[in-house]
């Protein structure tokens, strides 16, 4: 059934509606600092699962609760700890997720069946404004249809979700470009489960401990059947279970070249002037000419731009592999379908 979705803007009247069509249990897509969401309330299961549909997604992929004031993390966590707090302090709002023990008012079907629960409080002031009003906890996965490169722009979730949601507030700020870190907080030692802008680094500085990378995050899945594939298999399963699944996938093949500047370029020229020989349209992403700042605000436009373009093959520079750059690596691996060349 085709929904008629209404856009709204960022005035309060207009949020005032987004927030009604969320308290009705339908759902309500809104920019974020980090990417756009596609937002429920989190304590509806009929709603949350309205969410799975409208993305196409896996419904064993839990999605993340955002709320607007630090004290609601003791309405969702069961067992809030000292570092919890210091990392809601130092970070709140912004773009870090805590997985936590989830008290038992959230649905499974928001934890996509775990005993978790992933929360987040933004800093964009009408995510924030919207999930005030709503008065309710909004579960809120990228606003993406499920594979596709998450949406930084308007445009990009009206592509994705036109007629089958019920609003799109069209705003700006998606500034940071890449969705937020998460972290895992329920075992003894912290473990980063997706990279994002605030590093490990940064969180291990706040904690004055040791925090871990999921190991997910470094080893390569099985890619032996690549052929249309959409879900990765791993010898052990990962904790996320978004980490299994093929993501930011733009329609174009896509292949990244890493080592030595110059070599690199001289690869992707050659193979650039290969392809259009053949009748391709090829677009270059040379991410080694920008801040990883810079890359990460830019790449998923970038992808959704070679897609409205019709480009048949993205050849892009890696981006060194460090702080904010490791978190725009592991997109854009993932959007390559782990398709990386050294060159020598
Ligand atoms: O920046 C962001 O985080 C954006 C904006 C909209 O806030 N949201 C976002 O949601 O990226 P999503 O659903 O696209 O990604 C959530 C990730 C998935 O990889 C999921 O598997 C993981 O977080 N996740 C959610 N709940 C979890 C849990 N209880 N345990 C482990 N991983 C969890
Ligand atoms: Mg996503």
């Not at 690549?226 to 978004?242: A, D, H, V």
């Not at 259009?276 to 270059?284: L, R, T």
Request: glycine share 8%; aromatic share 6%.
């Amino acid at each position: 059934m085709k929904i008629n979705t209404r856009l709204l803007g960022e005035t309060d009247s207009d949020i005032e509606i987004a927030a009604e069509i969320i308290r009705k249990g339908d759902l309500v897509a809104f920019p974020t600092e980090t990417v756009y969401g596609l937002g429920a309330n989190a304590l509806d299961e009929e709603a949350v699962k309205k969410v799975y549909i409208a993305k196409g997604r896996p419904s064993d992929n839990p999605m993340i609760v955002h709320i607007y004031k630090k004290e609601q993390l003791y309405e969702l966590a069961e067992n809030v700890t000292q570092d919890m707090l210091k990392l809601a302090n130092c970070f709140w709002p912004g773009p870090l997720t805590m997985v936590v023990r989830a008290k038992s008012i959230i649905p499974k079907v928001t934890t996509g069946g775990l005993d978790t629960v992933a929360v987040r409080l933004p800093l964009h002031t009408t995510a924030r404004a919207l999930i005030e009003k709503a008065g309710v906890p909004i579960a809120a996965p990228s606003a993406n249809l499920s594979g596709k490169p998450s949406p930084t722009e308007a445009r990009d979730v009206i592509e994705d979700m036109d007629g089958k949601i019920h609003g799109i507030i069209t705003g700006a700020g998606c500034n940071i470009g890449i969705e937020s870190t998460v972290i895992d907080m329920t075992g003894k030692i912290p473990l980063i489960l997706r990279p994002g802008y605030i590093t490990l680094k940064d969180i291990a500085e706040t904690l004055g401990k040791e925090v871990l990378l999921d190991k997910h995050l470094t080893i390569k899945p099985d890619i032996s059947h690549r052929e249309g594939l959409n879900e990765f298999t791993y010898e052990e399963k990962p904790k996320s279970p978004g980490m299994k699944y093929r993501h930011y996938a733009p329609n174009a093949e896509m292949i990244i070249y890493e080592g030595d500047k110059e070599k690199v370029l001289e690869t992707i020229t050659a193979e650039k002037i290969r392809r259009m020989e053949q009748g391709q349209k090829v677009e270059v992403i040379l991410f080694n000419a920008v801040s990883p700042k810079e890359a990460a605000r830019l790449f998923f436009a970038k992808l959704r731009e070679c897609d409205r373009k019709g480009v048949d093959v993205i050849l892009a520079t890696a981006v060194q592999d460090e702080g904010i750059g490791f978190a725009v690596m592991n997109r854009m691996i993932k959007s390559a379908g782990y398709n990386v060349i050294s060159v020598k």
